[in-house]
């Protein structure tokens, strides 16, 4: 069974920094991709970049240059580093996870795997 465990969520003051993880367990596939989605109440989750088992990413254009993805140690993982957060940022944040080539999927329904999400949510 796979399963994906965010943590690292929390409000913090526009301007600051967050970082998220997302570490999968029962991952057997020797090559995948993770991705980092946000949605907020009545709209649709927004990618916002993924990572490959190499270490490749891709941005959305509304994050680039200020949130940078990259593998953690040891087990699948991922984390979401943010800075420079704006009040739009706020949003439940998820990772999912996918056997799948990372050029492939760009839509929510192309991802099997998907965690619980965690909120982040910036003052001004």
């Known amino acids: 069974q796979v399963e994906l465990v965010e943590s690292g969520g929390g409000s913090v003051q526009a301007g600051g920094s967050l970082r998220l993880s997302c570490v999968v367990s029962?991952?057997?596939?020797?090559?995948?991709?993770m991705s980092w989605f946000r949605q907020t109440p009545g709209t649709e989750r927004e990618l916002l970049g993924s990572?490959?088992?190499?270490?490749?990413?891709t941005y959305a254009d509304s994050v680039k240059g200020r949130f940078t993805i990259s593998q953690g140690d040891g087990k699948i993982s991922a984390t979401l580093q943010m800075h420079d957060l704006k009040r739009e940022d706020t949003a439940m944040y998820y990772c999912?996870?996918?056997?799948?080539?990372?050029?492939?999927?760009?839509?929510?329904?192309?991802?099997?795997?998907w965690g619980q999400g965690t909120q982040v949510k910036i003052s001004s």
């Open positions: 999912a996870a996918d056997p799948n080539y990372c050029g492939l999927l760009t839509r929510t329904w192309d991802f099997v795997y």
């Open positions: 029962g991952l057997t596939y020797t090559s995948y991709c």
């Open positions: 990572i490959d088992y190499d270490g490749n990413t």
